[in-house]
Antibody
Framework: QVQLVQSGAEVKKPGSSVKVSCKASGGTFSTYTISWVRQAPGQGLEWMGKIIPMFGTTDYAQKFQGRVTITTDESTSTAYMELRSLRSEDTAFYYC????????WGQGTLVTVSS | DVVMTQSPLSLPVTLGQPASISCRSSQSLVYSDGNTYLNWFQQRPGQSPRRLIYKVSNRDSGAPDRFSGSGSGTDFTLKISRVEAEDVGVYYCMLGTHPYTFGQGTKLEIK
């Protein structure tokens, strides 16, 4: 049974960067897409981008182009999402999800951006 | 971009009664391969989203059989045959192809 475990909560200053990890266990890592989705407090879900680990190919939402980078480390079955130039509006839970149909999801990582 | 519109946004339901959530897309979701990539997710309070239904009507193995999905083209529906207390949460439809747009969410509560 595949499980995704994410890194812990982060508090960042405006203008800085954050890098969140998502470690997969219990299944094949390379052939399944990993997507990143965020959810501001009390708000809905917003897709940010995805990567296919085997090929390293990425696809980003237009809104985050140039500010987000998604990478993987196949040796540790871990995906990473780095978001730069953080602002207060980036305060949110960030989730990873596996596969084209988004199953399963990680437990979420709260990123708080505050001066 | 495709816009996904859910209704209602709030859904009070009596235990044991049925519930229905509508999801409409601004354009047809039939993909070039002939499939329709429309997924439904449940997010219980304080939890990560969990997939319930994929490709319109395929229920996940872990989803109770009281959940069903239907629809085609631009109109889709998630139905719960008899609501139970554990069904409380927010339900989202999602376009299963780029740009993976989510609906606004429908909050189901017990009346």
């Amino acid at each position: 049974q595949v499980q995704l475990v994410q890194s812990g909560a982060e508090v960042k200053k405006p203008g800085s960067s954050v890098k969140v990890s998502c470690k997969a266990s219990g299944g094949t890592f390379s052939t399944y897409t990993i997507s990143w989705v965020r959810q501001a407090p009390g708000q809905g879900l917003e897709w940010m981008g995805k990567i296919i680990p085997m090929f390293g190919t990425t696809d980003y939402a237009q809104k985050f182009q140039g500010r987000v980078t998604i990478t993987t480390d196949e040796s540790t079955s871990t995906a990473y999402m780095e978001l730069r130039s953080l602002r207060s509006e980036d305060t949110a839970f960030y989730y990873c999800a596996r596969g084209a149909t988004f199953d399963p999801w990680g437990q979420g990582t709260l990123v708080t951006v505050s001066s | 971009d495709v816009v996904m519109t859910q209704s209602p946004l709030s859904l009070p339901v009596t235990l044991g009664q049925p519930a229905s959530i509508s999801c409409r897309s601004s354009q047809s979701l039939v993909y070039s391969d002939g499939n329709t990539y429309l997924n439904w997710f449940q997010q219980r309070p304080g939890q990560s989203p969990r997939r319930l239904i994929y490709k319109v009507s395929n229920r996940d193995s872990g989803a109770p059989d009281r959940f069903s999905g239907s629809g085609s083209g631009t109109d889709f529906t998630l139905k719960i045959s008899r609501v139970e207390a554990e069904d409380v949460g927010v339900y989202y439809c999602m376009l299963g192809t780029h740009p993976y747009t989510f609906g606004q969410g429908t909050k189901l509560e017990i009346k």
